[in-house]
C-alpha cells in the first residue's frame, strides 16, 4: 500500500487557518450516511485492525523510541490488544442489543428499551509510555460502538508514531477513520472543532486543557490520567516473591508506565527484609549490569530522562543510581530513607525508581495513601486476608491488586480508571459504553386510547380523583 499518502493519515502542520476542518467534516459526512452503524462493518474493521498488529515494524518502532524490550512489546503492546479485538469481536453482538427494561402499568403494551447508539465523530488523544497499547485499546472500543474516529498518537514516541500514521489508514476505511500527527500547537487547532466525544490519555495539566475545550462545544470527555500507585507491603509476607512482583512492575518498561507500583509503604523491618531481595530480584532480572541487559528500557526523551534524573536526590539510593545521559539509561534503582514530603513522592515518577516510605502499620499506610493525590491502582501485598480487605475497604480510590503487580491489566472483564485520576472507564465492554450513546427509547401503541385520555386536558375534578 501507498503508506501516508491516503487521506487517512495526516500531518495539516503547514497549512494555515484550522487545517482540520475539512477532514472533520469528511468524517462527519460518513458518519451521517451511515457507513460506520452495520455490524458486518465494525466486524470488518475490528479484524482489520488486529492484522495491522501483526506489522512486523512494531517492534522496531518501539525499540528505536525507548529500546522497549521485544518481549514487554509483544507482552503489552500486542498480546493485549489483541485479546482486546478477540474479546470484542466475540461479544459484540450481545453489547449492541437493545436492552428492554422495566414497564410500569401505563406502558404495558409498549416497548421500553436502551438503544445503543453511536456517538458520531470522536477524537482520542495518546500519551507515549505505550504508544501502540493506548492508540488501540481506545479504538477498538470507539471503532465496536460504530463511530467514525480521529486519532493522535503522542509526537514524543516519533517512530512508533509515523507507524501508526503510515501504517494504520492501510488497514481501516479512510473514509470514517483517521490518524492525526500534531504537535501541540496543531493539536491546539484540531480541538477547535467541535467532536462529539474526546477520549485522552495522559498527564493531568493537559487533561485540564482538553476539558476546558470540549467545554466550548459541550463535548464529553474520558479522560484517563496519572496517579502515583502506592504499594503496601505486609510484615507477614513471602519476602522474596514480593520482591520479585514489585520490581517486575516497576521497572517493566523502565518504569515507565501508568500501571506500576510508584512508591513502597512497609515498616522498618519489612523495609531491612526487602532490601536484600530487592537487589536479588533485579540481578536476576537484568544480571550484574542493567546497562547491558537487552530487558531493561531507555528513558523516552532528554526531557523526561532530566526530570527523573533529579528524583535520585529524594531519600538515599541503596540500590542503583547510576545514570548515562547519552543512552538515556538510568539503572533500576531503590531509594530508602525517602520521606512523604519529598520531592519523588510529589509527582508520578514514570521511570525506574522505587522509594520506600516506611509506616509503622497498616492504618499509618492507609492514612498516608488517603491523604495524597489519589492513585489509579492500589497495590497490597499480605499472606493474611485481613490486613488485604483493611486495605481494600479503606482505600476506595483507583483500582485495586493484591499480592502481584501490572496482572490486572490481563483481564478483558476488569474496567480501568480511577477516580480523581480518571473521568470515566475503559477497556473491554467499558469502552464499548464509554463510545455509545445509551438512548432512552420508549415505542408507545397505539392501542388503549381510552386509558391515555386520562391524562388529557381538561384535567376534571373525576380525572384529579385518579
Ligand atoms: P501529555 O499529557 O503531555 O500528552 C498526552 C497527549 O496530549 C499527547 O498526544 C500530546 O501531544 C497532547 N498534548 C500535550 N500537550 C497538549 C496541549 N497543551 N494541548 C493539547 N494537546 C496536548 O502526556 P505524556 O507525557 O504523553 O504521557 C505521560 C502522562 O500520561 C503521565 O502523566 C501518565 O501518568 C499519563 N498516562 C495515563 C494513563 C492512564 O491510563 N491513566 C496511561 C498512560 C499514561
Not at 485520576?421 to 408507545?444: M, N, V
Request: charged share 20%; aromatic share 8%.
Amino acid at each position: 500500500a501507498d503508506r501516508g499518502s491516503g487521506k487517512g493519515s495526516m500531518d495539516c502542520s503547514a497549512t494555515s487557518g484550522n487545517p482540520y476542518v475539512e477532514l472533520v467534516s469528511c468524517l462527519q459526512a460518513a458518519w451521517l450516511l451511515g457507513k460506520t452503524r452495520p455490524m458486518e462493518y465494525r466486524v470488518a474493521q475490528l479484524e482489520a485492525l488486529g492484522h495491522f498488529l501483526d506489522e512486523k515494524n512494531i517492534l522496531d518502532a518501539l525499540a528505536s523510541d525507548m529500546r522497549k524490550p521485544p518481549f514487554e512489546a509483544e507482552f503489552c503492546e500486542i498480546l493485549l490488544c489483541k485479546n482486546e479485538v478477540n474479546d470484542t469481536l466475540n461479544k459484540l453482538g450481545t453489547w449492541m442489543k437493545d436492552e428492554h427494561v422495566e414497564k410500569n402499568v401505563v406502558t404495558q403494551l409498549d416497548s421500553a428499551f436502551i438503544c445503543k447508539d453511536l456517538y458520531g465523530v470522536v477524537l482520542i488523544l495518546t500519551p507515549w509510555n505505550c504508544p501502540v497499547h493506548i492508540v488501540l485499546m481506545s479504538l477498538i472500543g470507539a471503532i465496536a460502538a460504530g463511530n467514525c474516529v480521529i486519532v493522535k498518537p503522542s509526537e514524543t514516541t516519533k517512530n512508533t508514531e509515523r507507524l501508526v500514521a503510515e501504517a494504520l489508514p492501510c488497514y481501516l476505511d479512510n473514509d470514517c477513520f483517521a490518524v492525526v500527527t500534531a504537535g501541540v500547537e496543531e493539536t491546539t487547532k484540531l480541538l477547535e472543532n467541535k467532536f462529539d466525544y474526546i477520549f485522552f490519555t495522559g498527564s493531568p495539566s493537559v487533561g485540564r486543557i482538553i476539558m476546558t475545550a470540549a467545554a466550548k462545544h459541550l463535548t464529553p470527555v474520558t479522560l484517563e490520567l496519572g496517579g502515583k500507585n502506592p504499594c503496601y507491603v505486609s510484615d507477614n509476607c513471602e519476602v522474596q516473591n514480593v520482591a520479585r512482583r514489585v520490581a517486575w512492575g516497576r521497572f517493566f518498561n523502565a518504569g515507565q508506565t501508568c500501571v506500576a507500583p510508584d512508591y513502597i509503604l512497609c515498616s522498618v523491618e519489612m523495609q531491612e527484609k526487602l532490601m536484600p531481595a530487592l537487589r536479588e530480584a533485579i540481578t536476576e532480572f537484568y544480571g550484574s549490569n542493567p546497562q547491558e541487559s537487552p530487558d531493561f528500557a531507555r528513558i523516552v526523551g532528554d526531557k523526561q530522562f532530566r526530570r527523573i534524573r533529579t528524583l535520585l536526590s529524594s531519600g538515599r539510593v541503596a540500590i542503583g543510581g547510576q545514570t548515562d545521559e547519552q543512552e538515556r539509561y538510568i539503572a533500576p534503582t531503590v531509594l530508602v530513607d525517602v520521606q512523604p514530603s519529598d520531592p519523588v513522592m510529589q509527582e508520578k515518577i514514570l521511570g525506574p525508581i522505587l522509594p520506600i516510605v516506611t509506616a509503622a502499620s497498616v492504618d499509618e499506610a492507609i492514612n498516608l495513601i488517603n491523604t495524597r493525590e489519589q492513585p489509579l491502582i492500589v497495590y497490597v501485598f499480605s499472606s493474611d486476608k485481613k490486613v488485604m480487605n483493611q486495605v481494600l475497604e479503606w482505600t476506595s480510590r483507583g483500582g485495586f491488586c493484591g499480592n502481584d503487580t501490572l496482572m490486572h491489566m490481563t483481564l478483558t472483564s476488569l474496567p480501568f480508571g480511577g477516580i480523581d485520576s480518571s473521568l470515566g472507564k475503559y477497556h473491554s465492554k467499558s469502552t464499548f459504553d464509554t463510545f455509545t450513546h445509551h438512548r432512552s427509547c420508549l415505542h408507545r401503541s397505539m392501542a388503549l386510547e381510552t386509558t391515555n385520555a386520562l391524562c388529557y386536558p381538561p384535567y376534571t375534578q373525576q380525572k384529579l380523583g385518579l
